[in-house]
């Protein structure tokens, strides 16, 4: 049966029809796979960490050495002792200012002697100076003889009181000599650790010149009082003061941080060559969450926490784009630009003042290829909700 001109026309017409639409299909672009967040409500902070790591220090901390030089005779403690306040830790010989403590301490009692038989003899030549005046009152002497007793009993009593002035010279000595032993020895300033001693029993201990750094020869520090070091930019230094929350972080502890305070901000900016101007901070743990066995010198994070945002509609602070804009994934599945307003904002929010939100869903992954405004896309199966 033989079709007639109008079928085989609408039919020709269909074929072609059918055709560009297949080849549309083929040709079509592909929708593009985003990783799509969910807007919802929560904290934002407002933060600022430090430009290079910082340390874990002791509250007290000395680094010892001996005010004079001279061959170690005693060691007293090892590293890792634990030492009171005053204890010995470490002696030099010092065997010829222990003679020399000696000979002074002999000198002392032998003034003392000088000063008892001069006082003695001043004593006498008084009295006899008084008698000589009675008896020249009565005319029994001359007047020469009175004026003689007289002087030499004022003669005894200044050699009496030279004697007491040598005995408080003497005593001088012996202190000048228990001070320079003292300068052969070290005690504990305070209650602490050893962490490390330089020199070994019969090794020459020197202390350090001016200008010359020399290793102490025992580290002492009060562990049970710890802090954190770090450098801050110098941009960022007006906007901390002591008292402001901190989040700390220790390379020791991964995947952890634990709250403190900034205790302290240095009133100086460090300059060091080939490194960006910094301001030391100082900040301590709080006490109830603190992490055990911390050890001084662990290298250490803060992050100063400037302002703090509640149950605030926030954004991913990756799906921002220059200019505060977002890609919004449409109801009719291709991508649509939203100017936002933001406030707060830090590495990972940033708060939405206007133009978004709660349930709204943005693309978090920019850097794909073919991501932008108008086109048509496929949430990846990453997305989060």
């Known amino acids: ?102 000979l002074a301490l002999t000198q002392v009692e032998t ?6 038989e001069a006082c003695t003899v001043a004593d006498n030549a008084e009295s006899e100076a008084v008698r ?68 070994e029993v019969g090794e020459y201990s020197t202390p350090s010149p001016p200008g010359v750094p020399t290793p102490p020869a025992i580290d002492l520090i009060d562990d049970t009082c710890l802090y954190v070091s770090a450098p801050m930019d110098e941009v ?17 502890l991964p995947k952890q941080s634990f709250a403190g305070k900034v205790r302290r901000v240095a009133p100086y900016v460090m300059a060091v060559e080939k490194q960006a101007r910094t301001v030391e901070i100082e900040a301590t743990l709080d006490t109830v969450k603190a992490p055990p066995h911390l050890l001084v010198g662990y290298s250490a994070n803060v992050e100063v926490v400037l302002s703090v945002r509640d149950k605030v509609v926030r954004v991913p602070t990756s799906a921002l784009q220059e200019g505060g804009k977002v890609l919004l994934a449409g109801a009719d599945g291709i991508l649509q630009e939203r100017q936002v307003k933001a406030g707060l904002t830090n590495w990972e929010f940033t708060e939405v003042l206007e133009g978004l939100a709660a349930n709204d869903k943005v693309v978090t992954s920019l850097e794909r290829e073919g991501v932008k405004a108008g086109v048509t896309f496929v949430a990846d199966d990453t997305s989060k909700k």
């Open 1 to 102: 049966m033989f079709l007639t001109q109008p079928r085989r026309l609408l039919l020709a017409v269909f074929a072609l029809c059918l055709f560009g639409s297949g080849a549309w299909w083929v040709k079509r672009p592909k929708p593009v796979a985003v990783i799509l967040t969910t807007i919802d409500e929560g904290r934002v902070e407002s933060s600022i960490a430090n430009t290079r790591a910082g340390s874990v220090e002791a509250c007290l901390r000395t680094k010892l050495s001996a005010t004079m030089g001279g061959r170690i005779e005693v060691m007293a403690v090892k590293e890792g002792d634990k030492v009171k306040k005053g204890q010995l830790l470490m002696k030099l010989w010092n065997d010829d200012q222990q003679a020399q403590s000696t």
């Open 111 to 116: 003034a003392r002697k000088h000063v008892v």
């Open 132 to 199: 000589q005046a009675s008896l020249f009152k009565q005319g029994f002497v001359s007047g020469s003889r009175d004026e003689q007793a007289r002087t030499e009993a004022q003669a005894k009593r200044a050699g009496c009181d030279a004697a007491k002035a040598d005995v408080v010279q003497a005593q001088a000595r012996v202190s000048a000599t228990r001070v320079d032993q003292s300068r052969t020895v070290l005690y504990a300033p305070f209650a602490g650790t050893v962490a490390k001693i330089v020199g």
């Open 236 to 252: 960022d230094a007006p906007k901390i003061s002591a008292g402001q929350a901190v989040r700390i972080s220790f390379d020791a």
